[in-house]
């Protein structure tokens, strides 16, 4: 099982960004997916998942309206497309997988992680 994060950067306030994961080794439409992130001195928390069974999404009230995730099967990829960046959005993100997450966006719950992507809003 690999994860792949990509598409990290430096956003304006109010920008936009989509960032990406890609799985190898596995067939990511039998897995549970998420996104995570973690800023200096905080620690880890679930920002979106999706769920393997029935596609059902988790976000956290924070991103809620502003961030969408989003699985594409046959590129083996995920997506994180956020909106309305704010600076606190600010971290360092992560995807992760497993096949049967005891918490569906708890950071706990995740066996397989994808090295992070900085993203990083401020003008």
């Known amino acids: 099982v690999q994860l792949q994060a990509s598409g990290g950067g430096l956003v304006q306030p109010g920008g936009s960004l989509r960032i990406s994961c890609a799985a190898s080794?596995?067939?990511?439409?039998?897995?549970?997916i998420g996104w995570f992130r973690q800023a200096p001195g905080k620690e880890r928390e679930g920002v979106s998942c999706?769920?393997?069974?029935?596609?059902?999404?988790y976000y956290q009230d924070s991103v809620k309206g502003r961030f969408t995730i989003s699985r594409d099967n046959a590129k083996n990829t995920v997506y994180l497309q956020m909106n309305s960046l704010k600076p606190e959005d600010t971290a360092v993100y992560y995807c992760?997988?497993?096949?049967?997450?005891?918490?569906?966006?708890?950071?706990?719950?995740?066996?397989?992680w994808g090295q992070g992507t900085q993203v990083t809003v401020s003008s």
């Open positions: 992760a997988t497993d096949r049967y997450p005891s918490e569906v966006c708890g950071p706990e719950s995740y066996n397989y």
């Open positions: 080794g596995f067939t990511l439409k039998y897995y549970t």
């Open positions: 999706i769920s393997s069974s029935d596609g059902s999404t």
